[in-house]
């Protein structure tokens, strides 16, 4: 099962546009104990996030992983913030999307504890029960 910093490539994911490529996402909790995964949307597409540094950029609503920084990704790549995305384990497992999705690498773990702490500037976006599965001590 996916565990927290891990990157999930989507293969054939359909865009709200009804085109459909793959997508990457960002796993935010532990898997095995929970029936759902979190994860947050990236992008590489740069448009609505320019003037970003490197690391968290709360005003913009993203993590900006520049090229270079992380092994994880091939382009400069935007988490978008606080938007988080549920897919129910056992879907992972045996459902549609099982042979559409697969652990393609992972954030190192200093980049993914900044990343969680640019989340918690956003702790009113997130719903109670995301901020328990994410943030448990």
Same mark, same amino acid.
């Not at 929970?34 to 490197?54: A, D, H, I, P």
């Given at each position: 099962?996916?565990?927290?910093?891990? *990157?999930?490539? /989507?293969? &054939? /994911?359909?865009?709200?546009?009804?085109?459909?490529?793959?997508?990457?996402?960002?796993?935010?909790? &532990?898997?095995?104990?929970?029936?759902?995964?979190?994860?947050?949307?990236?992008?590489?597409? @740069?448009? #609505?996030?320019?003037?970003?540094?490197?690391?968290?950029?709360?005003?913009?609503?993203?993590?900006?992983?520049?090229?270079?920084?992380?092994?994880?990704?091939?382009?400069?790549? /935007?988490?978008?913030?606080?938007?988080?995305?549920?897919?129910?384990?056992?879907?992972?497992?045996?459902?549609? *999307?099982?042979?559409? *999705? /697969?652990?393609?690498? @992972?954030?190192? *773990?200093?980049?993914? #504890?900044?990343?969680?702490?640019?989340?918690?500037?956003?702790?009113? &976006?997130?719903?109670?029960?995301?901020?328990?599965?994410?943030?448990?001590?």
């Amino acid at each position: 099962m996916p565990q927290p910093g891990q *990157i999930l490539c /989507y293969k &054939d /994911y359909k865009f709200d546009d009804h085109s459909k490529k793959e997508k990457l996402f960002v796993v935010l909790n &532990d898997t095995d104990r929970n029936s759902v995964c979190l994860v947050l949307k990236t992008t590489s597409k @740069s448009r #609505r996030y320019e003037g970003v540094e490197k690391g968290c950029n709360p005003q913009k609503k993203v993590f900006f992983v520049p090229t270079g920084w992380e092994q994880c990704f091939t382009l400069d790549t /935007y988490i978008q913030l606080p938007e988080i995305t549920e897919i129910a384990t056992e879907t992972l497992l045996v459902g549609e *999307i099982s042979r559409k *999705i /697969y652990v393609s690498s @992972s954030l190192s *773990i200093e980049c993914f #504890r900044l990343l969680k702490n640019c989340l918690k500037q956003f702790k009113q &976006d997130i719903a109670a029960q995301h901020w328990k599965l994410i943030f448990k001590s």
